[in-house]
């Protein structure tokens, strides 16, 4: 072999040599570039941390509370008060003097119609005597006894009045309203106080008719109190109204709410959910981290190792009110959920998390 054609061989040899090198280089270059996305940054806002909490499903009600016995005290007699004995906001006991009315032509009036009754009554015993003796006729008596009978009534009713003078607390309670004041002259019937006792209240409300058949009497219900800092109470259902309001298709519903220490006063609003379900200790994520597939699977992305992974899923109760969604299946509470709404996230992508603190 000459000189020459070794250097020509030599010289092809190398040209292979680059091209094979350049053409792996090349390659190399382009797998990278078509696996390789941008680290898709996300807000720590936008990641929830799956976890167990308390979960309810029910019908939406608000209205006020007030309290269960609630008594119109009226005036029993046409009188001047005499004396009235409590004030508004005093507790009061079963039984106990509100107020007390003159006396002065009532008492005379009761003695009166008690002479009649005696009267009434010797003339009955009279006439008895005298039907037995042939002197008077059976109608002679029957006319005595009627006499005696509405004598009687009389002193009753006049007697009645009489200790309807000193006027009493149907029930334990407190004075919420006091209209009079002693020396004032009232008719038969005059509003004088309202008396309240707030150791039960009812919460009075409405619900859409197609929840009718779900709510039932003692069926629980959880109330916020509004103007108490959030108190959570709860009650159950007492009553459903029979029928549905012709305008609105909502039907009434009462609830009785327990009031220990009375710590609400009647009046206040309050609004929560009459109880259908509960789960308790669910792992729940907020509404907004569910996402569907094309074949309808339910699923989630969360963030695992530092990349986007999917978890399918299986869905329970929803509580309206806390916009959470109870998962039974797919996630077992700690997992970091993807809710916000990004666009382009795919599975395998990378995650740049920011503003989470720690």
Do not use: W
Not at 239 to 254: I, L, M
């Amino acid at each position: 072999m000459t000189a020459r054609r070794m250097m020509v061989l030599a010289a092809l040899g190398l040209m292979v040599l680059i091209n094979a090198c350049g053409g792996d280089a090349g390659s190399e270059e382009a797998r990278t570039a078509g696996s390789s996305r941008t680290a898709a940054v996300v807000g720590a806002s936008d990641v929830f941390e799956a976890k167990k909490t308390d979960l309810i499903a029910g019908v939406p009600v608000s209205g006020s509370l007030q309290p269960a016995i609630d008594i119109r005290v009226n005036s029993p007699v046409a009188e001047i008060l005499q004396d009235v004995l409590v004030r508004e906001g005093d507790a009061v006991k079963k039984g106990q003097v509100l107020a007390r009315f003159s006396t002065r032509s009532l008492a005379p009036h009761a003695a009166s119609a008690e002479a009649q009754r005696r009267v009434a009554a010797a003339d009955f015993e009279r006439m008895k005597n005298l039907f037995a003796e042939g002197a008077v006729s059976q109608k002679d008596v029957e006319n005595a006894e009627l006499g005696l009978r509405t004598a009687e009534a009389n002193a009753a009713l006049s007697t009645q009045k009489l200790e309807e003078a000193t006027l009493r607390a149907a029930e334990a309670g407190v004075i919420a309203r006091r209209l009079v004041d002693a020396g004032s002259r009232v008719k038969d019937g005059d509003h004088l106080f309202q008396l309240v006792n707030t150791d039960q209240l009812e919460f009075e409300a409405t619900v859409p008719a197609q929840y009718v058949a779900d709510v039932r009497v003692g069926s629980p219900v959880a109330l916020i109190v509004t103007g108490l800092e959030g108190l959570a109470v709860s009650g159950r259902v007492s009553r459903v109204n029979a029928a549905a309001d012709a305008a609105t298709r909502q039907v009434k519903v009462y609830v009785s709410v327990p009031n220990p220490g009375h710590r609400i006063v009647g009046g206040l609003f309050a609004s929560g959910r009459i109880v259908l379900k509960e789960a308790r200790g669910a792992v729940a994520i907020p509404q907004p981290g569910l996402k569907n597939d094309d074949a309808g699977k339910t699923y989630v992305l969360i963030i695992e190792n530092g990349r986007v992974a999917r978890r399918d899923v299986t869905v329970g109760l929803s509580d309206e009110a806390s916009g959470m969604t109870e998962i039974t299946s797919g996630l077992n509470g700690g997992e970091s959920v993807i809710v916000g709404p990004i666009d382009g996230l795919r599975v395998g992508d990378q995650i740049q998390l920011v503003g989470r603190e720690g």
